[in-house]
């Protein structure tokens, strides 16, 4: 039986799924959207996979109920288990690169304070007239704070909806808390504490399931990506291919088209001996990216240089570099379109999102032209007060810069900045501070 959460839960999807098909504008929006979606869903592979999965989950059940440690009376959580923890686990498998990631995903959605939290809140629901008015206003502020943390106008805001959310959680804990203790004789313990175990053994048991899926998925892409390297590898080939994964999603994972090579090995002993170099190759680079973390943790925080000049603290340059260069493109390429004139108020738009130069949001990255906008240079001051620069005097070029300090010459006008189309340097922009794998 629904309790009065899920029963409005119920009621305000049905609500959603009735406006959809009555209103116009939502009718002309969302039905197409679904219909991809069913399209997308509805095809033999992926029915099959929920299929097996449904299959794998009832027979942990029935086990479980062997033993004595389920019940008719959980049937309503373990469906709700199924559905909202088990099918998301699902997806995030395939995409998963190792076992140890999806028992991470696992865990997130089962030994966390988030989910001991949620389970306390159903302890006592509200009554329904109070979900029905709680939980759309629960959703609406939750998906503000989302999107006013997006980017840094928004934060300023973030504070109008983040707020009243926790209020409301602070009042959803103490009506929880006094309805507990008022009824706490008429509660089932048993029950209760029965729901809590299920929903932290039913997923952990879904792992084989998922592992094997993570494994299938991948692969059946190495295989359709080795046979597209070479139409003609024989089976056996394949097979040693498939042999040499040693049963790995983190194996099948790393095996990507770098090392497509192994698709030239006609027999089964040559495609082991071609495992045995990519599974040799693979730890080299992870023990490499694992020695320059290291180093980029021990150095922290260090002055000075090393033997070769290049700075010993290295946090951020990697991504500092990168985003210079891109800051190079987008000049370039707006250059000829500006009348030959290069910008210096397009930063924040050019480099946004800085996440994906794993910068902070405060990226602090300097762009400046002379007074004709004929040349342009910009830089960054890392967290170590190094700072590096890049620039130009025409659309094509590219000089770098290296020091203690801002600079404060031109490229081609001084010694600080190097032509990189003529010379090396300087040593701190020619040094890979990127990931080895």
């Known amino acids: 039986m629904l309790n009065s959460r899920e029963l409005a839960s119920v009621i305000l999807i049905a609500v959603l799924i009735a406006l959809s098909l009555v209103l116009p504008k939502w009718r002309d929006t969302v039905l197409p959207s679904l219909g991809s979606v069913a399209r997308s869903f509805f095809k033999w592979t992926i029915l099959r996979l929920f299929g097996f999965f449904v299959v794998w989950v009832a027979l942990w059940v029935w086990f479980a109920w062997l033993l004595g440690l389920w019940?008719?009376?959980?049937?309503?959580?373990?469906?709700?288990?199924?559905?909202?923890?088990?099918?998301?686990?699902?997806?995030?498998?395939?995409?998963?690169?190792?076992?140890?990631?999806?028992?991470?995903?696992?865990?997130?959605?089962?030994?966390?304070?988030?989910?001991?939290?949620?389970?306390?809140?159903?302890?006592?629901?509200?009554?329904?007239?109070?979900?029905?008015?709680?939980?759309?206003?629960?959703?609406?502020?939750?998906?503000?704070?989302?999107?006013?943390?997006?980017?840094?106008?928004?934060?300023?805001?973030?504070?109008?909806?983040?707020?009243?959310?926790?209020?409301?959680g602070m009042s959803l804990i103490a009506w929880t808390t006094v309805q507990t203790v008022t009824n706490w004789d008429m509660l089932n313990w048993p029950e209760l504490l029965a729901?809590?175990?299920?929903?932290?053994?039913?997923?952990?048991?879904?792992?084989p399931y998922l592992y094997v899926v993570?494994?299938?998925?991948?692969?059946?892409?190495?295989?359709?990506?080795?046979?597209?390297?070479?139409?003609?590898?024989?089976?056996?080939?394949?097979?040693?291919?498939?042999?040499?994964?040693?049963?790995?999603?983190?194996?099948?994972k790393a095996l990507t088209g770098r090392h497509n090579l192994v698709a030239r090995t006609k027999s089964f002993r040559g495609a082991l001996s071609?495992?045995?170099?990519?599974?040799?190759?693979?730890?080299?680079?992870?023990?490499?990216?694992?020695?320059?973390?290291?180093?980029?943790?021990?150095?922290?925080?260090?002055?000075?240089?090393?033997?070769?000049?290049?700075?010993?603290?290295?946090?951020?340059?990697?991504?500092?570099?990168k985003a210079l260069q891109f800051i190079h493109t987008a000049q370039a390429l707006r250059y000829e379109r500006q009348g030959e004139r290069f910008w210096?108020?397009?930063?924040?738009?050019?480099?946004?999102?800085?996440?994906?130069?794993?910068?902070?949001?405060?990226?602090?990255?300097?762009v400046e032209t002379t007074n004709d906008k004929k040349k342009w240079r910009a830089w960054r001051q890392l967290p170590s007060g190094w700072v590096l620069g890049i620039g130009a005097t025409g659309r094509v070029g590219e000089y770098r810069y290296a020091?203690?300090?801002?600079?404060?010459?031109?490229?081609?006008?001084?010694?600080?900045?190097?032509?990189?189309?003529?010379?090396?340097?300087?040593?701190?922009?020619?040094?890979n501070d990127g990931s080895r794998l």
């Open 195 to 207: 729901q809590l175990a299920l929903s932290v053994w039913l997923p952990f048991a879904m792992f």
């Open 344 to 366: 210096n108020d397009l930063t924040d738009m050019v480099v946004s999102p800085v996440s994906k130069w794993d910068l902070p949001a405060q990226h602090g990255i300097v």
């Open 71 to 168: 019940e008719l009376v959980l049937l309503k959580d373990t469906i709700i288990i199924l559905v909202g923890v088990g099918f998301p686990l699902l997806f995030k498998s395939i995409r998963a690169k190792s076992g140890v990631e999806i028992v991470g995903h696992i865990r997130r959605e089962t030994l966390t304070l988030s989910t001991l939290f949620l389970f306390y809140l159903n302890l006592e629901t509200l009554p329904l007239w109070g979900e029905l008015i709680a939980q759309p206003v629960i959703v609406l502020l939750s998906v503000m704070t989302a999107l006013a943390q997006r980017d840094e106008k928004g934060k300023r805001i973030v504070g109008c909806f983040s707020i009243p959310l926790l209020l409301i």
């Open 274 to 321: 071609e495992m045995s170099e990519f599974r040799d190759d693979v730890t080299r680079r992870e023990k490499r990216e694992a020695d320059r973390l290291a180093d980029l943790e021990g150095f922290s925080g260090q002055a000075g240089a090393d033997g070769t000049g290049a700075q010993l603290d290295r946090r951020e340059f990697d991504g500092t570099k």
């Open 214 to 252: 993570a494994l299938y998925a991948a692969t059946e892409v190495i295989l359709k990506r080795l046979l597209w390297s070479n139409k003609e590898m024989p089976l056996r080939a394949r097979l040693g291919v498939l042999a040499g994964l040693h049963g790995s999603v983190r194996w099948a």
């Open 403 to 431: 020091g203690a300090e801002p600079p404060t010459t031109w490229p081609g006008m001084s010694d600080d900045w190097i032509d990189s189309a003529i010379s090396l340097g300087p040593v701190d922009w020619d040094r």
